[in-house]
Structures are given as C-alpha cells and as structure tokens.
C-alpha cells in the first residue's frame, strides 16, 4: 500500500534514498518505518536481506502471520514489530537468530507457545511479548539469555510455574509477568536477581510469594504484586 504510507519511496531514486533505508556496501543493512501506516502482509522474501541488521515496522497496521524466513537473518540484531496486528504463531525456529539483541513484539493477537529455541538467543538485551494472546509455559530455555536487561510478557495467557532457571538472568532490571494465569510460587532463586528494579507479577494464580521477603526491596523502583 505504498500509496497510502505517510511518507512514501520514490522508486525512480536509488534504493540508498529511499525513506527509512540504511545502505552500507550496496548492501541494505537497516529499514525503520515505524508508525509510516503500513498495511498488509510482510512477505517470505523478508528473509532475503541476508545484510540486514535492525528491522523496524512497529505502531502500524501490518497484518498475517510472521514468515518463517525471518529466522534466516543471522545479522538481524534488532527487529521490532510491536504495535500492529500480526495473528499466528512465533517462530518455531526463532533460536536461529543469534544476532538479535532486541526483540519487540508488544500489542499485537499472537498465539501459540513461547518456542523452546528462545533460549538459544543468547545476545538478547531485550524481549517483549505483552499484550497479545500466548498460551502455555515459560520455557525454561529462558533462563540461557544471561544478557537479559528487560522482560515484558504482560497480559498474555501464559500458565504453570516461574522456571528457577530465571535466576540465572542475573541482569534484569525489568521483569513484567502481571495479568497471566502463572502460578505456583516464586522461585527462590530470583534472590539472584540483584539489579532488578521492576518487577510486576499481579494478577496471576500464585499460590505462595513468599520468597519475595527474601529480595532487597530497597532495590526496587517499581514492585507491584497480589
């Protein structure tokens, strides 16, 4: 829908000139077209730009699933796509873009399971799938992003028990899990979590929070919980 976006790419330029295209070595290494009313679907080709390195389509009216080919940007450090309306499911091999240093998914109707293939996203600072529909566990693959600064799996339908390989993250300083159906208790191991400074867990299903007597509350600039 080209014709309708906010701004718009005058195809008889060169590619370099094109809004929101970052060009290096004739090769595209970035595209941000963020809140620019982009509408429709985002093709398998996507998985083509083998150069790229930060994909930002976030706050417009992208609709369809996710390619699978997506995964097959092994440079792609920041890919964010919150804010539109894309349905289905993440990825099954989402693991397999290493690179990914940001990943924001937020505000939009996906599905489905976190893959266990997260855990193999090792540069990962940040992850955000709130606001959206995602079902099942917290993969205790989860517990690998040792680099982890900001988790947000806000208002989604995530279920079960808090992974004690959580501890392990021990640089969060955001951690947002309100408004699911987790439950169970907070693990003892969160005590590891010693630069975490928000932490949000209200309205789930916990059966005991009593290991959160054993955090620092002086640590916290926001602590909200049941």
Do not use: C
């Not at 792609?76 to 349905?87: G, I, P, T, W």
């Not at 917290?138 to 988790?151: D, K, R, T, Y």
């Not at 969060?172 to 005590?191: H, K, S, Y």
């Amino acid at each position: 829908n080209g014709d309708e976006w906010l701004t718009k790419w005058d195809l008889e330029t060169p590619v370099s000139q094109w809004h929101g295209i970052k060009v290096h070595n004739n090769r595209v290494v970035a595209i941000d077209l963020l809140e620019n009313n982009l509408v429709g679907q985002l093709h398998e080709s996507i998985g083509e730009l083998q150069y790229l390195q930060s994909l930002n389509l976030a706050f417009n009216l992208i609709s369809g699933e996710i390619p699978q080919s997506i995964v097959k940007l092994h440079e792609l450090k920041v890919l964010k796509l919150e804010m539109n309306r894309l349905v289905g499911k993440l990825p099954e091999y989402l693991g397999e873009m290493d690179s990914l240093e940001e990943l924001s998914l937020f505000n939009n109707f996906l599905s489905g399971s976190i893959p266990e293939s997260i855990g193999e996203l090792r540069n990962l600072k940040i992850l955000n799938l709130s606001s959206n529909g995602i079902t099942g566990q917290i993969p205790e693959s989860i517990g690998n992003l040792i680099f982890l600064e900001s988790l947000g799996l806000f208002q989604n339908e995530l279920e079960g028990n808090v992974p004690p390989d959580m501890g392990k993250l021990t640089n969060l300083r955001e951690l947002v899990m309100a408004n699911n159906q987790l439950e169970g208790e907070i693990p003892a191991e969160f005590t590891q979590l010693a630069k975490l400074e928000i932490l949000q867990i209200q309205n789930n299903n916990f059966r005991s929070l009593l290991n959160l007597d054993r955090l620092d509350s002086e640590q916290f600039l926001v602590m909200d919980y049941d």
